[in-house]
């Protein structure tokens, strides 16, 4: 007897309780996809972010809408919390999908505008592309759109096709962590501009420790990947047979030096 109640006290609470508890946070909750970072001639930090609700959008490609933010401050953490004083809803980041830094933070040193990211549980780092911008973040994601697409989604699958290409190489912001801690190992970002209303890419940016010293272009990074060995099944170069007569297109070769073997076309 006293069994068949305590059953029917479990099953009376399953009834009254709610399914969800959090489902209005989840529903007004806007979604951080992604943030860039510049410094700002008096030496402060400014952060941009582009913030996208999701319940706006429809079946149509690109019908979700995006708004862009930024904040200026002295820290990581300053600048989110301006962002979040000027955005509606809470600012979720489980579909956190890239971050840019600006060349003016990537020649200093990175580590102590990425340390807070590590740290922060609520920041995903596995899936974080990364990658630094030749100029202001700020002025690139407030294009809010590359064509249809949305500007973050627009850059995040430009890195991810350009490393299938062997031209940048494939890590996220966790496989960076590794990198950047080690002292006896320098490593390269994606290295972007802006070029109007598109995102275009310059090569790959070279760093000695944690600052910016250097960069390589499309054709000299694919050369850097077959070198390092981190080069995908496509890694294709161009290069002229013979001096002069550059109008004509017989005069040009290119190899396909991907996967296992070097093919030439």
């Known amino acids: 007897m006293k069994r068949a109640g305590r059953i029917g006290t479990v099953l009376l609470l399953l009834a009254v309780l709610p399914g969800c508890w959090d489902e209005d946070s989840l529903r007004n909750a806007r979604l951080g996809y992604g ?3 510049d410094l700002t001639p008096d030496g402060r930090l400014m952060q941009t972010m582009e913030v996208v609700d999701e319940s706006k959008q429809t079946e ?3 019908s979700a809408k995006n708004e862009v933010e930024s904040g200026v401050g002295y820290s990581v953490r300053q600048t989110s919390d301006i962002i979040r004083t000027k955005v ?3 600012i979720r980041y489980f579909k956190y999908g890239f971050m840019l ?3 003016s933070v990537a020649e200093k040193d990175l580590y102590p505008y990425l340390d807070v990211l590590y740290r922060d549980p609520r920041n995903p ?3 974080v592309k990364i990658a630094v911008v030749d100029g202001s973040t700020n002025e690139m994601l407030r ?3 590359a064509g249809n697409i949305l500007i973050g989604e627009f850059i995040t699958r430009k890195i991810e096709s350009l490393e299938e290409m ?4 494939e890590l996220s912001l966790e496989t960076m ?3 950047l801690l080690d002292p006896g190992q320098d490593f390269v970002l994606p290295y972007l501009k802006q070029d109007g209303k598109n995102v275009d890419a310059i090569g790959i940016a070279l760093f000695n420790g944690q600052r910016m010293t250097g960069s390589l272009n499309v054709e000299e990074a694919i050369l850097y990947s077959l070198l390092s060995g981190s080069h995908k099944d496509t890694a294709r170069f161009v290069r002229k047979i013979k001096e002069g007569d550059r109008s004509n297109l017989e005069n040009y070769i290119t190899f396909d030096a991907g996967g296992k073997k070097a093919n030439e076309n």
Request: positive net charge; glycine residues 16%; proline residues 4%.
């Open 60 to 62: 149509q490609q690109g």
């Open 35 to 37: 943030a860039g970072y």
């Open 166 to 169: 062997s031209v940048f190489p």
């Open 125 to 127: 780092t596995s899936r």
């Open 88 to 90: 509606t809803g809470d």
């Open 177 to 179: 962590l590794t990198l």
């Open 143 to 145: 294009l809010k759109k």
């Open 101 to 103: 830094l600006g060349r």
